[in-house]
DNA sequence: GTGAGATTTAGAATTATTCCAATAAACTAA
DNA sequence: TTAGTTTATTGGAATAATTCTAAATCTCAC
């Protein structure tokens, strides 16, 4: 597994205060069970883990938790295909690998300036403020 | 636009039989509605405009009907983010910008070698078949 | 401790897609 | 052609994922 750049725990509150958010149970919990398990697992995945240790939660906190996370920039939402949504606390720039025989998702360090360097093939007028990169494909298990 | 590379109309009835499937007036109309506004239209919008040339058309029939042509790769099927699955008749290597303002998504052509290149970053044992790469940002109008 | 605003909750509603069973169309072999 | 077989289409029901809504609860500042 590479590498991973995340928020921590502890300053997840902190960021949440600067969004003007507050850092409840529900939304450490979720975040945390994130990060034990970097599986990129869906909203109804993570309900359930979350169930196991907070059993009066609620999807729909769940739902409202993930995408508070997202808007802080905590949590990045991931989507290949048709299908849910699924959830990333690595914030580190780094692309997908989807695995076609087990339907996991690898991720895949990214070399400084690779980013940049993808950009540089944008027609004039176009600005990027982020790149995303998914390889599909066969991973040694 | 970028220039594209598509299966023509006159092509589609040869790709299909190769898979043993059959030119059908609903696979045609759809892949032509497809070529004819290169939009990433949704499934629904598919119905739309392919229902004002043949109102008999079922939602269920798009839906196979743009199934098919994506496993016979004269489609492709893109899935940004939350929301329904976009169809794209561009079968050129090409990445996606998407507009963050306008909601709209803009074929980008790739050079030569870029795609290959970026494999390059994967670790040993991972052997991709196909890279996406996706831009989101602000294009000028 | 009170009031304002933020958050959670359960369930209803919505959206996107798939499934299903019946009909229709096309192909095959006599 | 024509019966038989396979393939495709259709409409509606079913499912899955997500969002909405309104009420209850919590938190913070005063």
Redesign the interface.
């Known amino acids: 597994m590479p590498e991973t750049s995340t928020a921590t725990p502890e300053s997840l509150s902190q960021t949440l205060a600067e969004s003007g958010l507050r850092a409840t149970p529900q939304r450490e919990l979720v975040f945390n069970i994130l990060l034990k398990k970097r599986d990129h697992p869906t909203a109804d995945e993570v309900f359930a883990r979350v169930k196991a240790e907070m059993p009066t939660i609620s999807l729909a906190t769940v739902y409202n938790c993930l995408e508070t996370l997202v808007q802080c920039r905590v949590v990045r ?1 991931v ?4 299908g849910p ?1 699924r959830y990333c606390p690595n914030q580190k720039p780094h ?1 997908h ?1 989807h695995d076609e025989q087990t339907g996991s998702t ?1 991720d ?4 400084p300036g ?1 980013l940049d360097q ?2 540089t ?20 298990s």
């Not at 895949?108 to 070399?111: A, K, T, V, Y």
């Not at 093939?121 to 040694?140: H, M, T, W």
């Open positions: 939402a989507n290949f295909e048709r949504t692309a690998f690898h895949i360090d990214l070399p690779l993808v950009k093939i944008l027609p004039e007028g176009y600005d990027a403020n982020s790149v995303e990169i998914i390889f599909r494909g066969k991973a040694q």
